[in-house]
């Protein structure tokens, strides 16, 4: 079965500073998707970047971008220039291949982010 | 563009009562996932509509929880009779089919349920 493991419960980062929040998974399976969702406090939770597996480029989203180390099975998120807005709490998640199928999350990191 | 829904957004209720909880998927997604996150742990997938039909209920607890979709637009779930490890948020989420590979899931906001 798969897994996917978030080390990090929380994470603090400074205003306009980098953070990466890390995140690893487990499958067998060659034919994937990564996913980072964002919940900010007492909002929905939507989706912050998605990376394919067959794709060897690291995905980007203005700020936000991914470490994508196939062979490592890691998947971290880098946040460049954080802003208060920023803070959430993050999840990793997999989806198996194939047009569409259930996530399977990581436990999350709660992000602080100081002014 | 209104987003997936969810109702209540919080329930109290005893064990062994009933619960239903209720979820209204963007207009024209025909997918629809229910997950729960127990206190401190993962979010997990508990089923999976395409229309009203149920696509995988693999990740259901039990018999006492039951998924319906009738005509394929909202959705509940109902804990009967709940139990105290049913405490936890309800997610829906709800996406287009589609033949690429982009699926993107829009979450609702849940619903925090708790069984005292």
């Known amino acids: 079965a798969q897994t996917v493991t978030q080390s990090q419960p929380e994470m603090s980062v400074q205003e306009a500073e980098t953070v990466t929040l890390s995140c690893t998974y487990d499958?067998?399976?060659?034919?994937?998707?990564l996913f980072w969702y964002k919940q900010p406090p007492s909002r929905q939770m939507i989706l912050v970047i998605r990376?394919?597996?067959?794709?060897?480029q690291n995905a980007t989203e203005n700020r936000f971008s991914v470490n994508f180390q196939k062979a490592a099975k890691s998947f971290s998120l880098k946040i460049s220039d954080s802003q208060l807005g920023d803070a959430a709490m993050y999840f990793c998640a997999y989806r198996r291949g194939g047009s569409q199928g259930n996530l399977i999350f990581g436990k999350g990191t709660k992000l602080s982010v100081k002014p | 563009e209104a987003g997936v829904t969810q109702f209540p957004s919080h329930s109290v209720i005893e064990k062994g009562q009933t619960v239903t909880l209720r979820c209204d998927p963007i207009s024209g997604h025909d997918n629809l996932y229910w997950y729960r996150r127990v206190m401190g742990k993962e979010i997990k997938f508990l089923l999976h509509f395409v229309k009203e039909s149920k696509q995988d209920e693999s990740g259901m607890p039990n018999n006492r929880f039951l998924a319906e979709r009738t005509g394929g637009t909202y959705s509940t779930l109902k804990v009967q009779p709940a139990e105290l490890e049913d405490s936890g948020v309800y997610f829906c989420?709800?996406?287009?089919?589609?033949?690429?590979?982009?699926?993107?899931?829009?979450f609702g906001p849940g619903t925090r349920l708790l069984v005292l």
């Open positions: 989420a709800s996406s287009q089919v589609t033949p690429r590979p982009q699926e993107t899931q829009y």
């Open positions: 990376q394919e597996a067959y794709k060897q």
């Open positions: 499958t067998s399976e060659s034919d994937y998707y």
